[in-house]
């Protein structure tokens, strides 16, 4: 088991940046991967950008060269740096722990409108 908190999320202009952090309980590095999902209402979870232990990282291609994900292993967090925003990039965004079960956090709020 683990307990993952988001951070980070709120209210900003097209082509404004925001950075996401995800806190976990206990130590990230015996998951195999950790990443970022998002939903908007009415539609199915969408995969965002996913970092294994390795370090290889793996976007999706509405937001590749745009968000960048990373982890500390030490502090046991996961960010996501999201730059360019986009009105389309409004969600709710999810932080994950892929293991032999997937754990999910309860996800932030980012509302990219002008």
């Known amino acids: 088991q683990v307990r993952l908190v988001e951070s980070g999320g709120g209210l900003v202009q097209p082509g404004g940046s925001l950075r996401l952090s995800c806190a976990a309980s206990r130590t990230i590095f015996s998951f195999n991967a950790m990443g970022w999902h998002r939903q908007v209402p009415g539609k199915q979870r969408e995969l965002v950008a996913t970092?294994?232990?390795?370090?290889?990282?793996n976007y999706a291609d509405s937001v590749k060269g745009r968000f960048t994900i990373s982890r500390d292993n030490a502090k046991n967090m996961v960010y996501l740096q999201m730059n360019n925003l986009k009105p389309e990039d409004t969600a709710v965004y999810y932080c994950?722990?892929?293991?032999?079960?997937?754990?999910w956090g309860q996800g932030t709020q980012v509302t990219v409108s002008s």
């Open positions: 994950v722990a892929y293991g032999t079960n997937a754990y």
């Open positions: 970092i294994i232990s390795g370090g290889t990282t």
